[in-house]
């Protein structure tokens, strides 16, 4: 059965850090590209993030650039989100996904992706 699990999330305080990790069992992941995305109390899910499967293509929704940063291990079916200068507008449940059409693409849209995690959350407070 195909999963995926994301953890490493956590309270930190403003200015912290958080890596977040995405494991895929029961496919290959390294055929899928992995978008990150997070959903905030009474919002819709906001894209953050995405790698190809390659991992040549990346893209990073504007609040998460230059903070942020994707990454990925094929051998280990894994995919990373370093999460640097966290500040509260940060605070959500962020989730992975993966989409089996990204060998050089990776999308920003929800409905691109066919597997999704249980998510993980983030709370940003002092």
């Known amino acids: 059965q195909a999963q995926l699990v994301e953890s490493g999330g956590g309270l930190v305080q403003p200015g912290g850090s958080l890596k977040l990790s995405c494991v895929a069992s029961?496919?290959?992941?390294?055929?899928?590209?992995v978008g990150w995305f997070r959903q905030a109390p009474g919002k819709d899910h906001e894209g953050v993030s995405c790698i190809s499967s390659r991992g040549g293509k990346t893209w990073y929704v504007g609040s998460a650039k230059g903070r942020f940063t994707i990454s990925r291990d094929n051998a280990k079916s894994t995919v990373y989100l370093q999460m640097n200068s966290l500040t509260a507008e940060d605070t959500a449940v962020y989730f992975c996904?993966?989409?089996?059409?990204?060998?050089?693409?990776?999308?920003?849209?929800?409905?691109?992706?066919?597997?999704w995690g249980q998510g993980t959350q983030v709370t940003v407070s002092s």
């Open positions: 029961g496919f290959n992941l390294d055929s899928y590209a």
């Open positions: 996904a993966a989409d089996s059409d990204g060998t050089d693409y990776c999308s920003s849209y929800t409905s691109a992706y066919e597997n």
